[in-house]
Structures are given as C-alpha cells and as structure tokens.
C-alpha cells in the first residue's frame, strides 16, 4: 500500500488507499475508529475541590442557619471543542442545597471553574443533627459522561434561649403567713443548658419586710425544647396592712451558664406579683396570743349583748306625765291639721317621750 488517506464524513469514515495502478475505497461506521481517536479525545479527567471539608450553620429560633462553601473544578483532557458539566447537591437531613453556577462549559482555553454551594438549616434545629452533603458534577459530551462526587459535612453550632412562666404569677397573702410559687424554666435553645436564678429586688424586698427564697439556685442540664421546675417560697412581712390595689412584685431572673461561658448574655426577668391584705397585731402571732385574743373577745361580746338588751328594756316615761300629754296634744292637733311631722315625732322620742301619739293609735 503506498499511499492512505481517512477523513471523516459525517457518521462514518473514508479511507481512500493507493497501491500501485489500484485506487481502493472504504467507508466504515464511525464507532469504530473511537480506538483511533482515542489519542486525540481521550476521556476527560475531572478534579473537584472545596475550600472548606466542614461546614457550621448558626440557626436561631426564629431564623435558618445559612452556611456557604466555594469549590472548585478542573477538567484535563477536554474531549472536542466544548465540554458541558453540571453539578447537583444533595444532603442527607433533607436540608436545602443550592450551587450557583450549577452548570459550566469547558474549553481549550477554560479548563478550570469555580462555583458556591449554600445549604439553609431549618429554625431551631439541634445541635446533635449532623449533615452529609454531596455534590456531584456530571459531564456529557458525544457518549463520554464522567461524573465526580464531593463530600462536605455540615454541623449545627448551639443558640442559647430560655423563658420562664408559672401557673399562677398572681397571689394574696395575709401579714406574717407563707405561700409559694412555681417556676417554671424552658429551654428554647437547641442544645442543653444550666442556669442560675436569683431575685433581682433582694435588697429591695429584704428592706420591704418580705422574706424570699427559692428550692434550689441552680438549674442543671435542662435538654433543648425541655423544662424544669423550681419552687419559689415568700413570707409575708409582719406588720399591719389594709388591703393594697398594688401588689409587691418580685423579679425572678434567670441567666444562662453555657452562653456566658461563650461571653454572650442570654437571660430573662419574669416578674411574679404578691397583693396584702388583712391586719397583723403582733402580740397576737402566736397560739398562745390567739388564746388570749379568744379570752379579750368572747367576753366582750357577752358584755355587749347583756348592754343592749338593758337599753331595749329600760323604764318610759308614765303617761300622766304632763310634758308628755302637752306634746301628745301637740301632735294630734298637727295630725288633724295634716302638719304632721314623723321625723320631729321621732327626735321627740329620743329626748325621753313614747314612740308617736296615743291619738294616732
């Protein structure tokens, strides 16, 4: 054979060969000289990066924890003039994922290309939940699809929140007696927290009479979305009151330890409100100041009733009293006249004279 030339011609390949006076001719499909192009477009190698292997989100109660990472893919060996890959992301918490750019086109001149992968954390999420993003680039060109996959994890950092409530913040206590609150302490953070809780006004109340403590000062390794309960107990001061339409208040505070480990202030105020009435007379505080008050009041009531039942039963004046028939004519002469006056007739009695007239009888 002394001379051969091959070109191709659409889907298939033409091989013109010359071998002394004779011209041979061949045309085969163009699958199979993929063996022969192979030095020219080889299958294309793909590398990916990420600037970060790990990832940490920071959601809050309120709002989605948005994290982002820049990666980075290099293409060698580009098989034809443009090579199209595109990349798709995935995790395994069912968090979203999102790339920008998803898709880039490879050429002679642009062999490397950069793209950011965001993934948003829910609102609340625990800190225990751990993610495994994948990120996948895919190429397609002729029938050479290579893919690369990508890992990156993606961690939940903790938020600190807390809110205190009770059954029942409003009471009434007599002087000098006892009660006492709950207090009721949620952790709204997504991690396990202690926390310390104090009587903001101790001085003040202290000052006021009232006597305040709680069952415990610390609460200890209280679990996300969980509670604990502490008893707050007050003593009334023990003095004379009349009721008062404005209650004390007691502001109970609680502080967070794990955020002020980390120089963050998370804590809250949660007023709880006492209202006095009654009267407090301190000899009588005791039993035996009761045993007393019992002696001084029962029979000072028996004194009282004997006292009035004299009054009721005391002599009136006879009726041939002068004074009395004088004004008894008075009163009928008034009466037929229609000039009567029961309240006059009735001051009259109080100055020592009968009930009303016998002519009114």
């Given at each position: ?7 191709k ?13 004779l ?16 030095g ?23 709002e989605p924890?948005?994290a ?15 090579f ?59 029938n050479l ?6 890992h ?12 205190i ?5 409003y ?9 006492s ?7 709204m ?15 003040e ?9 709680f ?22 001061p ?6 008062k ?5 007691i ?15 998370v ?24 045993f ?10 028996y ?44 001051d009259?009695?109080?100055?020592g ?5 016998a002519a009114?009888?």
């Amino acid at each position: 054979m002394d001379l051969i030339i091959v070109y191709k011609m659409g889907r298939f390949l033409v091989a013109v060969g010359l071998s002394g006076p004779l011209l041979l001719l061949a045309l085969l499909p163009a699958q199979l000289a993929l063996p022969v192009e192979a030095g020219v477009n080889p299958m294309p190698q793909m590398t990916m990066s990420f600037s970060s292997s790990g990832l940490i989100a920071r959601p809050s109660f309120f709002e989605p924890g948005i994290a982002q990472v820049s990666g980075t893919l290099s293409i060698d060996k580009i098989p034809g003039e443009r090579f199209v890959v595109t990349l798709s992301g995935s995790i395994d918490t069912g968090w979203g994922v999102g790339i920008t750019p998803s898709m880039h086109a490879f050429q002679n001149n642009i062999r490397t290309v950069t793209f950011t992968v965001t993934v948003t954390v829910p609102p609340a999420t625990p800190v225990e939940l751990i993610g495994n993003m994948r990120i996948e680039a895919r190429g397609d060109s002729l029938n050479l699809q290579p893919r690369i996959v990508g890992h990156v994890v993606v961690s939940v950092a903790p938020f600190y929140k807390l809110y205190i409530d009770s059954p029942n913040p409003y009471k009434e206590v007599t002087p000098g007696s006892r009660l006492s609150f709950l207090v009721e302490l949620r952790n709204m953070g997504n991690s396990p927290d202690s926390y310390d809780i104090y009587i903001e006004n101790q001085e003040e109340l202290t000052g006021m009479g009232w006597t305040v403590s709680f069952s415990t000062p610390v609460v200890t390794k209280v679990r996300a979305a969980d509670s604990k309960t502490v008893r707050l107990y007050v003593m009334a001061p023990q003095k004379s009151t009349l009721y008062k339409a404005e209650g004390s208040i007691i502001n109970v505070r609680a502080i967070s330890q794990n955020a002020r480990d980390e120089n963050l202030q998370v804590d809250m105020v949660y007023p709880f409100v006492v209202y006095e009435r009654g009267t407090f007379i301190e000899p009588f505080g005791t039993s035996w100041g009761m045993f007393l008050l019992l002696i001084i009041v029962v029979p000072s009531a028996y004194v009282f009733r004997r006292a009035r039942r004299w009054l009721r039963s005391r002599p009136r004046p006879a009726p041939e009293d002068s004074d009395y028939q004088d004004e008894s004519d008075d009163y009928d002469d008034d009466y037929e006249d229609g000039d009567y006056d029961e309240e006059e007739a009735d001051d009259d009695y109080d100055d020592g004279y009968d009930d009303k007239p016998a002519a009114r009888k």
